[in-house]
C-alpha cells in the first residue's frame, strides 16, 4: 500500500510540475510571439522613463520593460527620501545634543539688556530729581543768607554812618583798609 500511494504521489507531482512547466513555456512563448511581432520602435531605445513619456502610446513597448524602469525609478526616489530622512534625524539628532543653555543665551542677554536700560534710566530720573531738589535746598539757603547780608550790612552802614559822623568830628579818620580789619 506504501508503494502505491508514493507512486501516486510521484504521479500527482509530476502532473503539478509538468502542468507548472507547461504554464512557463506557455507565458514565454507569448512573449516571444509578442517580441516578434512587434517590432522595437525605430526612434530610439527605451531606457529612462523620460523615454517612454516621449512616446505617443504604449502599444508596441514591453510591459517588463515598463515594469523594471519603473521599479528602478521608485527604487532612487525611495533611496533619495531614506538620505533626507537621514539627514533630517543627524540635524534633529545634533540639536539634541547642544546644551540646554544655548536655548538660553540669547533671551538672557536681552533681559540683561532691557533691565539694565531700565535701572540706569530710572536712576538717571532718581538722580535728577534729587539735585532739582538739592538745588532748590541751596537757593533757599542762598536766598536766606543773602537777606542775613544785607541786614547785616545796612546795620554796618547804620552804625559806619553813626561812626563816620563821630570819626569826622573827633578827626581821627582811619583808612579805610584798616576799617575792616
Known sequence: ?????????????????????????YHRSLLSQQQTSTPAS???EIKSLEDL?????????????IRNLINERTTELN????????????AEEELGHESPMKKFVRPLWMFILMGSSVYLLLHYTWWKLEYDERENELKKEVEILE????????????RDSGRSNDDSESGN??????RLF
Open 1 to 25: 500500500m506504501l508503494k502505491r500511494s508514493f507512486n501516486v504521489l510521484t504521479v500527482v507531482n509530476r502532473i503539478r510540475l509538468s502542468s507548472n512547466i507547461g504554464i512557463a513555456c
Open 42 to 44: 525605430p526612434r530610439k
Open 53 to 65: 513619456a516621449d512616446l505617443n502610446s504604449l502599444d508596441g513597448v514591453d510591459t517588463e520593460l
Open 79 to 90: 533611496i533619495k527620501n531614506e538620505l533626507n530622512m537621514l539627514r533630517k534625524f543627524s
Open 147 to 158: 537777606c542775613q547780608l544785607n541786614e547785616l550790612i545796612s546795620q554796618d552802614k547804620n
Open 173 to 178: 579818620a582811619k583808612p579805610w583798609y584798616k
